[in-house]
């Protein structure tokens, strides 16, 4: 399958600040998407983001397809942005299932 | 929010006795999978269904089966539950195009 490295692990921020998550992907993969988790352990969805840029408040995604990685940027963070960011994507063959990656772990302090 | 329900969402139960999850969905989407979350793993699919009575193995399927009898019904079985298979366990539906997605809200399951 699919191997997804995600980096930081964990990340720490003062309200206000901005931060970058980074997604690698070891190959080619098609609808690949960004998820917070929350503290009570919902999977909410960010973005879908097979490739190029979008963007959704303070928050943007951009997908590198050729390169094989994805960027989620955090501007002006808030205390409820903590939690864990996950992306994930499919493979171009086989099952039509997601890879995830072990995720991003992000508290923000006020 | 996409219409996924997950029954139930907290169960403990003792090594060795069967166990059954259910996943219902209202969006009719093609594709229902279910994945296992345990720390330091993100998610993992254990199976996935591709259409009523069309189901296939994922990536840690040992120990569980699955059933789609309807469209709108996935159901997850562990015939004889481990202490192992104390996780948190998502069930998730896509469509056809786009293939974005969603998720329900989790079962937290513990075997003692």
């Known amino acids: 399958g699919i191997q997804v490295e995600q980096s930081p692990p964990d990340l720490i921020l003062q309200e206000g600040a901005n931060s970058t998550l980074r997604c690698n992907f070891s190959?080619?993969?098609?609808?690949l998407q960004w998820f917070h988790q929350n503290p009570w352990g919902q999977l909410i969805n960010l973005f879908y983001?097979?490739?190029g840029t979008k963007q959704n408040g303070r928050l943007s995604a951009t997908t590198v397809a050729t390169e094989r990685y994805s960027l989620l940027y955090i501007s002006s963070s808030q205390t409820t942005d903590s939690g864990v960011y996950f992306c994930?994507?499919?493979?171009?063959?086989?099952?039509?299932?997601?890879?995830f990656g072990t995720g991003t772990r992000l508290t923000v302090i006020p | 929010d996409a219409g996924i329900t997950q029954s139930p969402r907290h169960k403990v139960t003792e090594t060795g006795t069967p166990v059954t999850l259910r996943c219902h969905q209202t969006?009719?989407?093609?594709?229902m999978y279910w994945y296992r979350q345990d720390p330091g793993h993100g998610l993992r699919l254990i199976h996935y269904?591709?259409?009523?009575?069309?189901?296939d193995k994922g990536e840690v399927s040992d120990g569980y089966s699955v059933s789609r009898s309807k469209t709108e019904d996935f159901l997850l079985t562990l015939e004889s539950a481990t202490s192992s298979q104390t996780s948190v366990y998502f069930c998730?539906?896509?469509?056809?195009?786009?293939?974005?997605?969603?998720f329900g809200q989790g079962t937290r399951l513990t075997v003692v």
């Open positions: 994930a994507g499919k493979g171009q063959t086989g099952a039509n299932n997601l890879f």
């Open positions: 969006e009719n989407h093609r594709y």
């Open positions: 998730a539906i896509s469509g056809q195009e786009p293939t974005e997605a969603f």
């Open positions: 190959d080619s993969v098609n609808n």
């Open positions: 269904s591709y259409g009523v009575k069309d189901t």
């Open positions: 983001i097979p490739s």
